[in-house]
Nanobody, 115 residues
Framework: QVEVVESGGGLVQPGGSLRLSCTTS????????MGWYRQAPGKLRELVAA???????NYGDSVKDRFTIPRDNAKNTDYLEMNSLTPEDTAVYYC?????????WGQGTQVTVSS
């Protein structure tokens, strides 16, 4: 069983920034896919950004040029750095990783963008 833990959510004003963390119980080298997803009330869960096994990154259209997903191999941690936040970014953010052929989800962290 792989443990996935998100952290860093909270309340932020429009235009502000926030960094989420996704820490796993396995080495990043064992992960062949990592993605950040979000789900707002009444909406389907959507992909925000993903780090592919090829080394490429993929971003949702609504977050391109505002969000990035840096990685710290030494800490087995992936980050979601969010800038220029708007109320439309309010959601629960989830980290999803694939180890071998199995996918694992974290419990999610709430991000609220409001003045």
């Amino acid at each position: 069983q792989v443990e996935v833990v998100e952290s860093g959510g909270g309340l932020v004003q429009p235009g502000g920034s926030l960094r989420l963390s996704c820490t796993t119980s396995v080495s990043i080298s064992a992960i062949n896919y990592m993605g950040w997803y979000r789900q707002a009330p009444g909406k389907l869960r959507e992909l925000v950004a993903a780090f592919l096994s090829s080394g490429r990154t993929n971003y949702g259209d609504s977050v391109k040029d505002r969000f990035t997903i840096p990685r710290d191999n030494a800490k087995n941690t992936d980050y979601l750095e969010m800038n220029s936040l708007t109320p439309e970014d309010t959601a629960v953010y989830y980290c999803n990783v694939r180890v071998g052929q199995q996918y694992y989800w974290g419990q999610g962290t709430q991000v609220t963008v409001s003045s």
